[in-house]
């Protein structure tokens, strides 16, 4: 089937396919438009806080992770509605929602915004967009018409170029190396990458039937939940994702203890790293406890010269796998009702 083009459109009606195909030039084009930015809010900025939830905040966390490899300034991201403490003067807020209606980041933005922060807005428009823009602060405008998660590109390119013209990141020609890279990669995973010589597609046959349980060490933490995520919201299945080395400390035990989890799951070890590092080490660690353990475990190397670059390859072949999974199971990717249905029923249970 995952062969079949027609077959896959048939079930893929939206074109989450196509719409991942387009991840390079997604890259490159909002690289452009964060740059184009002239900023309104004004520094020192002494932290910053991206406030975002659900598919927004991968791109908020991949910004995040770049300015924590490559940046001046401290920063951290928070899912919810409360910023913490530290966050008022000072401080900028970067709000990546992709609807700009979530109300946890509206409310955590305005929260902080209230205490004196200033406000950069990645959005395609809403409510984030109108209340920034009346506030003093920033927008960039990132194409509407995608599902959030979908737009992983526009969402972390345009927040790192619109960081870069307040000083807070220097890109230098990374975007154009991350966009190239992932062209090439494309190759392998597309629809008509067969499926003896496509990662993605045997990743999707070798998850169809189990839960997956996916590790992923330092830089890789990031593309470790973004692929639990794309599993939840376009086969809709569960997924567990474990950040390494805390799991080594805690849930290794349960993988030597109870045989029944072998047939049931699927472990994906994520490799990125060389073999003389810590995090590399780990990395061997977790496949070859896992195989002592009597699981099966699957190894996704992400290959790149930088570790954005790896943390994206291991994020393209986890999207790509994650829509061949919703294929095999016959069920629409682009879709997400219950997440659509739990935002409605909100506005029920908050009047208590
Ligand atoms: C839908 C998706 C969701 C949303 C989340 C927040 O594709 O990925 O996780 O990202 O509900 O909404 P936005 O991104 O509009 O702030």
Redesign the pocket.
């Known amino acids: 089937m995952l062969d079949d083009a027609a077959a896959l459109r048939q079930v893929d009606r939206a074109d989450m396919l196509g719409v991942l195909g387009g991840l390079p030039a997604q890259v490159r084009e909002a690289t452009a438009n964060g740059q184009r930015l002239r900023p309104r809010v004004r520094g020192p900025f002494r932290g910053i806080l991206f406030t ?7 791109g908020a966390d991949m910004a995040a992770l770049r300015l924590g490899q490559a940046g001046d300034v401290p920063c951290a991201v928070v899912r919810g509605y409360d910023p913490p403490a530290w966050a008022g003067r000072g401080t900028l807020v970067v709000a ?7 109300e ?2 509206l409310a955590c933005a305005q929260a902080a915004q209230r205490r004196g922060a200033q406000v950069l807005a990645i ?2 428009g ?1 409510e ?1 967009a109108s209340w920034t823009e009346q506030h003093g602060g920033d927008v960039v405008r990132v194409p509407a018409g ?6 992983l590109g526009h ?1 972390t390119f345009a927040t790192l170029g619109a960081l870069e013209t307040m000083g807070l990141a220097q890109l230098g020609k990374e975007p154009e190396a991350v966009a190239a890279h992932l062209e090439r990669l494309r190759a392998q995973l597309e629809p008509k990458g067969p499926e003896a010589a496509n990662p993605a597609k045997q990743l999707a046959r070798a998850m169809h039937g189990r839960i997956p349980f996916v590790y992923g060490a330092g830089a890789l933490e990031v593309a470790a939940r973004r692929f639990a ?1 794309q599993l939840n ?1 376009n086969p809709k299945v569960l997924c567990h994702w474990g950040p390494v080395p805390e799991a080594h400390h805690n849930e290794l035990s349960a993988w030597f203890a109870d045989p029944t989890l072998r047939e049931a799951t699927l472990p994906v070890v994520m490799q990125g790293e060389p073999p003389g590092t810590p995090v590399g080490a780990r990395e061997r660690a977790s496949m070859a406890l896992l195989q002592e353990a009597g699981a099966r475990p699957w190894l996704l190397e992400a290959k790149g010269d930088t570790a954005l670059a790896r943390v994206f390859h291991a994020i393209y072949v986890g999207d790509y796998a994650s829509v061949y999974l919703a294929c095999l199971l016959g069920r629409d990717p ?1 879709p ?1 009702e219950a ?1 659509q249905k739990l ?1 409605q029923r909100m506005a029920e249970f908050r009047k208590g």
């Open positions: 975002a939830m659900g598919g927004s905040a991968m990546v929602s992709y609807s700009g209606n979530t946890e980041t959005t395609s809403g984030l995608l599902q959030p998660r979908a737009g969402l995520t919201e682009t997400v997440i935002k």
